[in-house]
């Protein structure tokens, strides 16, 4: 009986499927595969060159950064001039290290963005083409804890 058991669980195991990632291979040889990514993810990537630029203006150019979390998005809006004024708030938890620095701490911050997408919701009514219009300025940047300056 527990031969049949061990062979029939021998079968299971070889039969069943090994990967739950979905793979293709071409022609060439190489693999094209889906894989799940979280919205943050996109918007991490988009805003990549500005965080960098950031940290870069506010530790040094030899300073990386790794993306802890998104913490906030916020729609603003504004209706108190003649004309209405719609952006983001987008603001990033943040840990950077500088190789440089023998002992180096990692250091815990947040960076704010402003981005003016230059449409409300998808609106129809803006005629955005490309993704070059979309504003993204810094807004704030905030050492939270860990600090190797040594001022």
Do not use: C
């Amino acid at each position: 009986m527990k031969k049949i058991i061990s062979s029939l669980l021998l079968i299971l195991i070889v039969l069943a499927p090994i990967s739950v990632v979905s793979a293709e291979v071409d022609l060439s040889g190489k693999i094209k595969k889906e894989i799940y990514a979280a919205p943050e993810e996109l918007l991490v990537d988009i805003l990549n060159p500005y965080v960098t630029d950031a940290v870069q203006k506010e530790h040094g150019d030899n300073v990386t950064w790794r993306l802890e979390r998104v913490k906030k998005i916020t729609l603003m809006v504004d209706h108190t001039g003649s004309e209405s004024k719609r952006w983001y708030e987008v603001s990033l938890t943040i840990t950077t290290t500088n190789p440089d620095i023998k002992g180096n701490l990692p250091e815990l911050g947040t960076i704010t963005f402003y981005i003016d997408p230059k449409t409300y919701f998808g609106s129809s009514e803006v005629e955005r083409k490309n993704i070059n219009d979309v504003t993204v300025e810094l807004k704030d940047y905030i050492h939270q804890f860990g600090t190797n300056d040594k001022k």
